[in-house]
C-alpha cells in the first residue's frame, strides 16, 4: 500500500497563485509516476500534470505554460506550482502513484480544495 498526503490548497483570486504538495509514504516502488487530477463538480476527473521517476512531465493542454510539476524521489513528494489561476482551474486536485512495472498499482491521496474567485 502507498499513502498520499496533499496539501496546499486553498482560496485564490483569479491570476493568483497556489503551490500543492504530495507526501508518498508505504510500499514505494521506485519505478512510478506521480501526478495530480483535479475534478470539478459534475465533471470528469482529468489528468492535470504527471511526472515520472526520471522527470518526463505530461501536462494537460489547459494548463501548459501555467502549471509545472516537479519532484523530489529522496523525500518522495511531487508538487505542483500553479500560476496565472483561472475559475475554470476550481476543482478538487487528488495527487495520484502509479507503480509502471509490475503490478501497475495506482493509488489516490484524499483530495484538497482548490478555489479561483473571478
Known amino acids: 500500500q502507498v499513502q498520499l498526503v496533499e496539501s496546499g490548497g486553498g482560496l485564490v483570486q483569479a491570476g493568483g497563485s497556489l503551490r500543492l504538495s504530495c507526501v508518498a509514504s508505504?510500499?514505494?516502488?521506485?519505478?512510478?509516476?506521480m501526478g495530480w487530477y483535479r475534478q470539478a463538480p459534475g465533471k470528469q476527473r482529468e489528468l492535470v500534470a504527471e511526472?515520472?521517476?526520471?522527470?518526463?512531465?505530461n501536462y494537460a493542454d489547459s494548463v501548459k505554460d501555467r502549471f509545472t510539476i516537479s519532484r523530489d524521489n529522496a523525500k518522495n513528494t511531487v508538487n505542483l506550482q500553479m500560476n496565472s489561476l483561472e475559475p475554470e482551474d476550481t476543482a478538487v486536485y487528488y495527487c495520484?502513484?502509479?507503480?509502471?512495472?509490475?503490478?501497475?498499482?495506482?493509488?489516490w491521496g484524499q483530495g484538497t480544495q482548490v478555489t479561483v474567485s473571478s
Open positions: 511526472i515520472t521517476f526520471g522527470g518526463t512531465t
Open positions: 508505504g510500499s514505494i516502488f521506485s519505478i512510478n509516476a
Open positions: 495520484n502513484y502509479r507503480r509502471l512495472v509490475g503490478s501497475r498499482e495506482v493509488f
